[in-house]
């Protein structure tokens, strides 16, 4: 959706684009004197390692001041057989996500990634619970480089992103460690996705 789209959705929203780091640059966001809702949708913690994860949420803890709201959207553990499914869908639509990384490397770096040299792999790493996506190379390759040529051997792997999985434990656990609690849980029928409605301790 554009921004010309959102301005007209409503006259009664007031729209402000920041472009930032949602990580980085929370400090962007002004200061209001009445209550803010926070929003991160989607299961994006889910790319984050736990220490990244706690100082993301962390920050918006310490931002929220006592009558604001935050709501997390988390991806939840379920069986394997479904997690490894989604990732590796049969019209091919991770595949292309997950190789479209070699065209913007290509493209930012000047290099020269050819993604159909390269299969697209995801597991699920069941001590970790979380998918592990990776880009397995069908061939000895060599990548130019400015800085220094690159060799990829046959079948060497790429990590190009993780998906955790969290139960009701785990994300507890990361909702402690950074100052916030649960205000209420809201889940599918099956539990396989949950929105945390979160305040600042």
Request: avoid cysteine.
């Amino acid at each position: 959706m554009s921004y010309n789209q959102l301005k007209n959705i409503s006259s009664d929203l007031n729209i402000k684009l920041i472009k930032g780091d949602f990580i980085n640059d929370l400090e962007k966001l002004e200061q209001i004197n009445k209550p803010r809702l926070y929003l991160f949708l989607g299961s994006t913690l889910g790319n984050f390692n736990n220490n990244t994860a706690i100082k993301f949420l962390s920050k918006i803890s310490k931002k929220m001041k006592k009558a604001d709201f935050f709501l997390l959207g988390i991806d939840k553990i379920k069986n394997k057989e479904i997690i490894k499914a989604a990732y590796n869908d049969t019209a091919g639509i991770t595949e292309k996500f997950n190789k479209n990384i070699l065209n913007v490397i290509n493209k930012e770096y000047n290099l020269n990634f050819n993604p159909e040299m390269f299969d697209h792999i995801a597991e699920f790493n069941e001590d970790k619970s979380q998918i592990e996506m990776y880009l397995q190379a069908l061939s000895h390759q060599k990548i130019n480089s400015k800085q220094e040529n690159i060799e990829i051997n046959l079948g060497e792997k790429i990590l190009t992103e993780i998906s955790r999985k969290f139960s009701d434990t785990s994300i507890q656990s990361i909702f402690k460690d950074s100052g916030l609690e649960i205000v209420k849980n809201f889940s599918d029928v099956k539990k396989y996705y949950s929105l945390y409605l979160l305040k600042s301790i």
